[in-house]
């Protein structure tokens, strides 16, 4: 009965016009199949998916983001590192240490003895034969005493007044300066008498100026030297030439001066000259040893 019911409803529809299904169809076509519900619930997985796979993409620490950033960051470090190396600022190369002058170009002989030995004298005696020039250190450091505006003065003449040894920069640095000044005016024979009277000082003139030829080493007695300095001091005004200062002098030279002598001594660049005989004698025995050594 339900069957021919369809049929006449199906007959009877208009032509053009679909059939309506019957209410009871149309209810039961409200319950989906088994296989519709799988594919839904398949499709509303998918959706999950989909969405949480955006929410991935927005979040910047979603696990490939953070790697993907990491390999930027490698790659930029190697690049950066390779830049750096390739275009690395070289550093400027230390400045030549050595002495300031060649001992080819210039020749300094020490002058070397006791207060009173008479250096001085065969100095001046060179000096006006040999054309040297004559560099006490003595006389350099009393200039500076006096000079107005100097900084060592008052030291200076604390030492000399004490028979103490001068701090070796300040006689260094007038050296030095000395040397340069006449080597500008093309002189390159130096004596330097009274010095080096330490071992630093010896080291330090050699290391920053020039390495010396050799070192003429004036023998003479002490009382022999000791006269010499008393008969001096009636007329020189020098404070250092008082029998007080003398012996301090004396006994300076000996512990500390000596083992200059004996330093050079072992390199085979001292002259040894007696210095208590008559002032030519001894001139003549200088100028003989300064033509042994090549030097006229």
């Known amino acids: ?3 021919r019911s369809l049929r006449t409803a199906s007959l009877k529809a208009p032509r053009g016009q679909l059939l309506k ?9 409200k319950f989906p199949s088994s296989d519709k519900k799988k594919s839904e619930e398949k499709s509303n997985q998918n959706s999950n998916d989909q969405k949480d796979s955006k929410e991935q993409k927005k979040s910047p620490f979603s696990k490939g983001y953070v790697l993907g950033a990491l390999g930027i ?5 190697t690049v950066l590192a390779s830049v750096y190396t390739k275009h690395e600022p070289k550093l400027a190369p ?3 240490k050595g002495p ?5 170009d210039v020749s300094v002989i020490f002058v070397l003895g006791g207060p009173g030995s008479g250096k001085g004298t065969q100095c001046g005696k060179l000096v006006n034969e040999k054309g040297f020039v004559h560099l ?10 006096v000079r107005e505006g100097s900084l060592d003065g008052a030291l200076i003449a604390q030492c000399i007044k004490e028979g103490t040894i001068v701090p070796q920069e300040v006689t260094v640095r007038l050296l030095r300066n000395a040397v340069a000044d006449n080597v500008a005016k093309g002189k390159n024979k130096f004596l330097v008498d009274g010095f080096p009277r330490k071992m630093d000082q010896a080291l330090t003139f050699e290391d920053e100026i020039v390495k010396s030829a050799f070192t003429l ?6 009382q022999v030297m000791l006269d010499r300095l008393l008969e001096r001091g009636k007329t ?3 404070a250092d030439d008082n029998i007080e200062s003398i012996k301090k002098r004396f006994r300076t030279f000996v512990e500390t001066s000596m083992p200059v002598v004996d330093y050079f001594d072992k390199q085979g660049k001292v002259v040894k000259l007696r210095c208590d005989e008559p002032v030519d004698t001894v001139g003549n025995r200088v100028k003989e040893a300064l033509v042994k050594r090549g030097i006229n």
């Open 136 to 145: 006490s250190a003595g006389d350099l450091l009393r200039a500076e005493q």
């Open 217 to 222: 080493f004036f023998e003479c007695p002490e």
């Open 21 to 29: 299904a019957p209410i009871g169809l149309r209810a039961y076509s």
């Open 1 to 3: 009965m339900f069957t």
């Open 94 to 96: 230390e400045p030549k």
């Open 236 to 238: 020189s005004g020098r």
């Open 100 to 104: 300031a002058f060649s001992d080819k």
């Open 73 to 77: 960051l490698a790659v930029g470090s």
